[in-house]
């Protein structure tokens, strides 16, 4: 049996008991201290009822209301009319009380009636009884991140409206492996195929089979990927197989911490743009037979490779169809030329030799004469003079014509 001085040896010490009290009480203090600080959170005690039983310096600075003003008041004050009505904020209660916990994110009341978009959590605070003590309610004016997630959200709205109301671009989102993941009304104008019947569908679909025998399609992937862009023009196919002639750019999409998430890609019909092109250098290429048997073709801007091979087909057809021994080609009008076009050159010289004329190439820029120098262009086989006007009495002399002669026969 335990007796009396036991028990006492047993029991702390007076000083003990007051250390802690004390210490338990600094803590408290310092719990308000922190609480009070916070401007941020609205953080408050609520009675089992539902009324204001304490009130911090954040809920005065969002709410507006004072702690005179608000202690002891419902908590429905907070809540707009419609949700008052609804019973809203006894049914926040029943919840927490219920499950020891509630959370929302919905419009709130300040003092001056104003409204703003809120976080709240709602703790139900029990004894160690378990007997429901009040609640502890923490909220946060998260306005300002709402109108910015709208603000993104309407302007991704506003994007995806646009790009799926385009229809002079096929416009299409690919995944990592070049399958389509998205499809606007453009690219189903343009290529022929519904949503329903492309998507997950390789972008391979859209190639000539020589482009995808020559794995042209990983190719331009594997640009995009390394380059961050790919953009040519070229041939693409239809779903009814025809062809058009495409200007592409695809665009390599990443995430936020760098990882491939896949592909934009652009794709328009340039068909007709092109065929207008081919006109306008057919009209600013023209074969001129000044003479009998003497052709002149003066070339006038850029020329590529595309263009090169054009003229050479107008120009041997113009050879045939005259009976051509001399052709005076004239480049003043050509500011630079790349190694393919210099070559096609020769190669054009050399067709028309086999068909058994003649070329004299006039108006060789230095500019020009230095570039086929230094790309190492055989030049052996063509007569190069300094002007249009002394390649045309070149070619009259080697066709037999006297200058001085009013009939310009041959002799």
């Known amino acids: 049996m335990e007796t009396e001085h036991e028990r006492e040896r047993l029991r702390p010490p007076r000083s003990e008991k007051r250390a802690k009290a004390g210490s338990q009480e600094v803590s408290e203090i310092d719990l308000r201290f922190l609480l009070d600080g916070i401007k941020d959170y609205a953080i408050f005690m609520l009675d089992p009822q539902g009324r204001v039983t304490s009130w911090n310096s954040g809920a005065e600075h969002i709410s507006g209301y004072s702690p005179g003003e608000i202690i ?224 002149i073709i003066p070339m006038i801007g850029e020329v590529d490779a595309a263009r090169s091979k054009q003229v050479t087909a107008q120009l041997l057809r113009a050879i045939r169809s005259n009976r051509a021994k001399v052709v005076v080609m004239d480049i003043t009008g050509v500011p630079d030329v790349d190694s393919r076009t210099a070559n096609h050159f020769v190669q054009t010289v050399e067709a028309a030799r086999l068909l058994g004329a003649t070329m004299i190439l006039t108006g060789l820029s230095p500019e020009i004469a230095q570039t086929l120098v230094v790309l190492g262009v055989d030049l052996s086989k063509i007569i190069t003079v300094s002007d249009l006007q002394g390649g045309i009495e070149q070619a009259e002399a080697l066709l037999g014509y006297r200058v001085s002669d009013e009939s310009r026969s041959p002799r």
């Open 72 to 295: 002891g008041q419902h908590f429905s004050r907070f809540y707009p009319p419609e949700d008052v009505e609804a019973g809203k904020p006894e049914m926040e209660l029943e919840c927490a009380s219920r499950v020891g916990r509630f959370e929302d994110l919905g419009w709130r009341l300040r003092k001056d009636g104003s409204r703003y978009w809120a976080n709240v959590v709602i703790a139900a605070l029990r004894d160690r009884n378990g007997k429901l003590r009040g609640f502890g309610k923490v909220t946060r004016d998260i306005t300002e991140r709402r109108e910015a997630e709208e603000a993104l959200r309407e302007s991704e709205e506003r994007f995806r409206l646009l790009v799926d109301e385009t229809k002079d671009y096929a416009i299409m989102m690919l995944d990592p492996d070049g399958k389509v993941v998205s499809w606007n009304k453009g690219a189903e104008r343009i290529k022929g195929y519904r949503s329903e019947e492309i998507l997950g569908q390789s972008m391979a679909r859209f190639y000539t089979p020589e482009d995808i025998a020559a794995k042209k399609p990983e190719l331009e992937l594997s640009i995009a990927r390394s380059e961050g862009r790919f953009e040519e023009e070229g041939w693409r196919v239809r779903k009814d197989g025809s062809r058009f002639w495409a200007n592409v750019i695809i665009s390599v999409l990443h995430d936020a911490k760098g990882r491939l998430r896949g592909f934009g890609k652009v794709t328009r019909d340039v068909s007709e743009q092109r065929r207008q092109q081919e006109v306008i250098r057919a009209l600013s290429t023209p074969v001129l037979q000044v003479r009998e048997r003497l052709l």
